[in-house]
T-cell receptor, first 114, second 114 residues
Framework: DQQVKQNSPSLSVQEGRISILNCDYTNSMFDYFLWYKKYPAEGPTFLISISSIKDKNEDGRFTVFLNKSAKHLSLHIVPSQPGDSAVYFCAASLFGNAGNMLTFGGGTRLMVKP | DGGITQSPKYLFRKEGQNVTLSCEQNLNHDAMYWYRQDPGQGLRLIYYSQIVNDFQKGDIAEGYSVSREKKESFPLTVTSAQKNPTAFYLC?????????????FGDGTRLSIL
């Protein structure tokens, strides 16, 4: 049973417009949510995170929104640039007796057209 | 520069053969992780280690083994018991084991069966 889901496998956006990537989760015990960006044949790169006690975190062109009642988070990229084209993974952290465990969604491929 | 180094980038395994994937980090991070990524899917946790000489199984540990004899190194052995080893393997590390301390990834090793 997938605890973290990204229901859109791909998204295409025009350069300069807003990109919105969505992520849903089922476990209300997750305490942190993270977004990673991945280019082909490379490891994921950390982008931005948000604590479960907040509803918004912003870093430059990237903003993450968290709606705990809906168990939904989204990543907004404004303005989108061709270099943003990559696969984006959301991940949720659950701190338990065994430390930091990350659960990843399946990823969304973003294509930003010039 | 500090970072995580995985080697080799590509690896081929014969039937019945064990192979070992290397992961080295010079970030002075305590925690290290191994993930597997299959095409079109998210990352799944194989093993993780919070400190030297200690490690725990993740969600898909069967057919894999690890060791953590040094803080900098966390090699993964894919044994012959792993019947479907073809995948992209990612190593990660984090400074601690809290969700607020994001995991940083190497560039991965792609393992294929001959």
């Amino acid at each position: 049973d997938q605890q973290v889901k990204q229901n859109s496998p791909s998204l295409s956006v025009q350069e300069g417009r807003i990109s919105i990537l969505n992520c849903d989760y089922t476990n209300s015990m997750f305490d942190y949510f993270l977004w990673y960006k991945k280019y082909p044949a490379e490891g994921p790169t950390f982008l931005i995170s948000i604590s479960s006690i907040k509803d918004k975190n912003e870093d430059g062109r990237f903003t993450v929104f968290l709606n705990k009642s809906a168990k939904h988070l989204s990543l907004h990229i404004v303005p989108s640039q061709p270099g943003d084209s990559a696969v984006y993974f959301c991940a949720a952290s659950l701190f338990g007796n065994a430390g930091n465990m990350l659960t990843f969604g399946g990823g969304t491929r973003l294509m930003v057209k010039p | 520069d500090g970072g995580i180094t995985q080697s080799p980038k590509y690896l081929f395994r014969k039937e019945g053969q064990n192979v070992t994937l290397s992961c080295e980090q010079n970030l002075n991070h305590d925690a290290m992780y191994w993930y597997r990524q299959d095409p079109g899917q998210g990352l799944r946790l194989i093993y993780y280690s919070q400190i030297v000489n200690d490690f725990q199984k993740g969600d898909i540990a069967e057919g894999y083994s690890v060791s953590r004899e040094k803080k900098e190194s966390f090699p993964l052995t894919v044994t012959s018991a792993q019947k479907n080893p073809t995948a992209f393997y990612l190593c990660a590390s984090s400074i601690g084991d809290r969700g607020s301390q994001p995991q940083h990834f190497g560039d991965g090793t792609r393992l294929s069966i001959l």
